[in-house]
Each structure stands twice: as structure tokens, then as C-alpha cells.
């Protein structure tokens, strides 16, 4: 990974604007980066993510027409042809209005040519469910988009991840999925370093240690799983959070290595539990030869649409206390 031309400091950022450092920096760093989207340019997006970008950097950052189709259509052909298109997809549903132009034609640049030509693509979106969210702006697609050979994806949950992995994915000449959340987007301000050297793709964090059981989480989960983690700690259960906020590439190696040590295994994610990345998971410490205490769990949302009801999306959405639930049960070895 090429060093940063942005000098590094320290900054007290929220998620949303750790993101938007990692865009400035970007746009400093490389000429040929492009960041356009609908809203993006002059409102400085719907979540202010993109703030400031339109003023300091002219028409390389540009609001488009209500088209993903096209948004992602022309980012696949500037790739190829040089630049460096960052492009924001205001919500991961819509992101399936552009499906043929991610899945088909993004994913295979690289294959199809021979490896002559590569699509340094970064696609940034959002999702996961938020008061009144409803049906058609609350689903989690991970796994949809993990299924496809030539696509990375990644999902931070803490503001230094935001910056750093968005920085590590337009410096990839791989088409990226970055995946955010708009519930960590004005949360709590944290020390962020920016500038700092290009990280590469992959890796896990541990959240929290145990012994006891492992928690396999991302995004916006991972602090749920963490306060679930420090409830039972004070029951006297230790549970080991591992986030993998890179989903590919996936540390498989990390995860394999705590079910080991810990003999019971639980995924935690907000996407519906069938079809979930969570089987895969669960798949490859299986495939790995694991001998676990207790058959492995899926913590997700349940395969219903989400309701527009607060309340009662709040009850199908995977809580601390849920979690921590289904944790002791695991832990305990009771019926489910």
C-alpha cells in the first residue's frame, strides 16, 4: 500500500465526520478521485457526510440525477478509464435498481479482460433500520453482495475503521462495497487518527474478551454484542466479541481460533437470519474441523419485512438484551 501525501494528525471525530475526513483526504491525495452521488455535491449529503467536498474540490465532487443505475453505470466506465469514482448510494436498497451494473459488469472487469483493465470502484452506502425506516429502507444486503466473486465489502462500526477502511477501498484497484450505518453516523466522538498510512484490506478486532463463548459481529451490531458481552461478564460469563469488519476479504483464521479456545460459537447480525453471511461463518469454523460444546447460533432479524412502527421494528432488530439471552442460553446449554 502506497504511503499517505496527507499529513497525520489526531482528531476528535463522530462517525459521519470521520468519513467525511477520509473523503478530503482522498480527493488531496488522489487527483483522480471523483466522489458524485445524488445530494452529494452541493447539499453536502443528506447526512452531511460529504460536506464541504463541492466547495474545496470543484466539479470532481457533482450531485446526479436519481438514477443508481446511471450513478454506478458511469463510476464502472471512469474506472476503467483511469479515475478513481467514489459514489454514494443513498441507501443499500436502492442499491438493487443498479444490480446488473455492480454484479455483472463492476465484478468482471478484471476476468473479462484479461486482467488488462481493473475498476478501482468504491460504491458507499448505508443501511440497517432507523425510526420509521419501513420496508424499502431498512434491509441489511451484505450477503447478497458478498456472494459475488470481484466485490470486497467491508462494514466499520467505530470512527477510526470508517476513515481507515473507506481510505484502504479507493486506493484498492478492486471494486469496493462500503457499507455504513446511518445509526453510528452522529454517535459519540472519538480520537480518530487521519492521515495516517494506507492499511490493507482484512483483519478483526477483539471487542471484548471471555472465554466462555465467541460472538462473530459487524457494523452497528458489534457494540450491541459488546454491551450483551459486559452484562454476562457481571453474571460471571465470559463472551469474546470478535468484529470482522472486512467481510471480504474475512479473517476466517481469527474466528476459527476463538471458537477454538472458547468451544461455542454465536453470529450476530442485523440482516434476516436465512441466507445470512452468518451460515457462511458458521460453515467455515464447521469446515474447519471446530469440536464446539454446543451447536452454533444465528442471532438476526427475523424473515419478516420490517414494519414502518417504531415499536415494533424495535422488537424484530437484535437487542443487547436479546442477545445476551440467547448468549446465556448457549453458554448454559438450555433449550432455545
Known sequence: ?????????????????????????????????????????????????????????????????????????????????????????????????????????????????????????TIRTQQGNGPGACAQHSQCLEALFLHVPGLRVCMPSTSQDAHDLLVTAVHSDDPVLVVENRTLYFGAKEEVRVGGPVLPMGGSRIRHEGSDATVVTWGAMTWRAVEAARTLALEGFGVEVVETPWLNPFDTGAVVGSARRTGRLAVVHEANVTGGFGAEVVARVAGAGVALKAPPIRVGTPDVRMPAAPVLAQELVPDARRIADELRTLILGGSR
Not at 19 to 31: G, I, K, Q
Not at 63 to 72: F, G, K, R, V
Open 1 to 121: 500500500m502506497p504511503e499517505s501525501t496527507v499529513s497525520e494528525t489526531t482528531r476528535k471525530l463522530s462517525y459521519g465526520e470521520a468519513v467525511n475526513a477520509a473523503l478530503h483526504r482522498l480527493m488531496e491525495e488522489l487527483p483522480e478521485t471523483l466522489v458524485y452521488g445524488e445530494d452529494v455535491g452541493v447539499p453536502g449529503g443528506v447526512f452531511g457526510v460529504t460536506r464541504g467536498l463541492r466547495k474545496q474540490y470543484g466539479d470532481r465532487a457533482f450531485d446526479t440525477p436519481i438514477s443508481e443505475s446511471a450513478i454506478l453505470g458511469s463510476a464502472v466506465g471512469a474506472a476503467m478509464m483511469g479515475r478513481r469514482p467514489v459514489v454514494e448510494i443513498m441507501w443499500a436498497d436502492f442499491s438493487l435498481v443498479a444490480l446488473d451494473q455492480i454484479v455483472n459488469q463492476a465484478a468482471n472487469v478484471r476476468y473479462v479482460s484479461g486482467g488488462r483493465l481493473a475498476a478501482p470502484l
